[in-house]
């Protein structure tokens, strides 16, 4: 297993409270899609249906990660550790330098790398509390899920990432984001590791099994755009009508600009994103900047701006925060009697809904009740919380299948 790969390399402490950091609450809630569990002791039946979203109770990662390491962005494999009090790390793969420097101390670079995926310079405890005022239902789900942050992944691998998200499900996205790292990238690193799999419209994974896990690391754009074809990505790779969306987003890229002029123009398309894009603080500007790549709509804009490009404010709509907002935050009525699809206009009234109530980093805010809802964290809630959704999805359901009877009824007069 993982333990046996590196045994002179122990875990190191990035002592981190729990109230700050809860890996099992975060990394696999649907921010990104390139940690694995490791060590599931806690599923004793294959057969048991287990969330391909996560699960509360994991303890122990291991993804590669894209990390801007002494000025370079580089691919490291890395095993984080939840422990009752804090959280671990530990590299399986050494980390690369671009000179000679011996004062380089690979230990510290990597540590402030990891303080910057996890965005640890913001209080968590802080924004619970100022939430948790504004929102009395907050507070009993932060008292019951804590530590659930926003990371900071690399941009180009996040882009893509959710270009492949749209109209997916958690289990195909993982493959075909593994098939482009296998096809493209390099490889690191070879481990025993517990593999379930899944692919149904729950996302609800069926099949544990432990098998051997090759690491590649995530193919930058230039290595990308050089080795890729449209054929090939829906070939090799499943991507479908995606494929199309990725070449294009590709050639949008690199004709962008970074803001170094001195860079080769290789590097520019993703210097674009880490250091131009990142810096738009209005979210509705950066959601129109990433809405011009091809294949990136709206909630996949904000997804890519709230997980890589610390577009705090960004509120990533779909089907199930468009629920949460008419369930919980709709008190005078306006979203569920006007709002009938997620017109531009009406996915800003939502997303104002959540930067009213919760005005600092609202889409931090918008993430811990969205990980509220997910299957594997609602034994965690009140039996009253998960009452109440479950109340409100049968209402909706029956105002839904009322509606199209409505709707049938008019057709069948307009007929007549």
Known sequence: MVAAINPTQGFIDLNVPPEELRPSNTLTTGQCFHWKVVHPTTIKNASMPISAWGTHDATEWVGTLRLRLFDSTESIIVVIRETPTTTLYRPLTTIPTSNDDKNNNDEEELRRALLDYFQLETSLPELYEEWSLNCPRLAVIAKCIPGVRIIKQDPWECLISFICSSN??????????????????????????????????????????????????????????????????????????????????????????????????????????????????????????????????????????????????????????????????????????????????????VGDTFRTIFPNRAGWAHSLLFVAELPSFRGLLPTYITKEMDDFRNEEKERKKKQKEKEKKIKEKDKV
């Open 168 to 349: 997916n499900n958690i289990p195909r996205i993982h493959k075909m984001l593994a098939n482009i790292r296998r096809e493209y990238g390099r490889p690191l690193l070879t481990i025993s590791t517990i593999d379930i799999d899944g692919d149904n419209e729950n996302d609800q994974a069926t099949t544990i099994q432990q098998q051997y896990y090759q690491f590649y690391s995530f193919p930058s754009l230039e290595e990308l755009f050089s080795q890729a074809n449209e054929k090939d990505l829906r070939s090799k790779c499943g991507m479908g009508y995606r494929a199309d969306y990725i070449m294009e987003t590709m050639k949008i890229l690199l004709q962008r600009n970074g803001d170094d002029d001195d860079n080769q123009s290789n590097q520019r398309g993703e210097i674009y994103l880490r250091d131009v894009l990142s810096n738009i603080k209005d979210p509705t500007e950066l959601q129109t900047k990433l809405c011009e790549f091809k294949g990136v709509g709206r909630k996949v804009a904000d997804c890519v701006a709230l997980f890589s490009l610390r577009g705090d404010e960004c509120i990533p709509v779909d089907t199930h925060v468009w629920n949460i907002a008419i369930r919980d935050y709709d008190t005078d009525g306006i979203l569920k009697t006007n709002v009938k699809s997620l017109t531009p206009t009406n996915y800003k009234l």
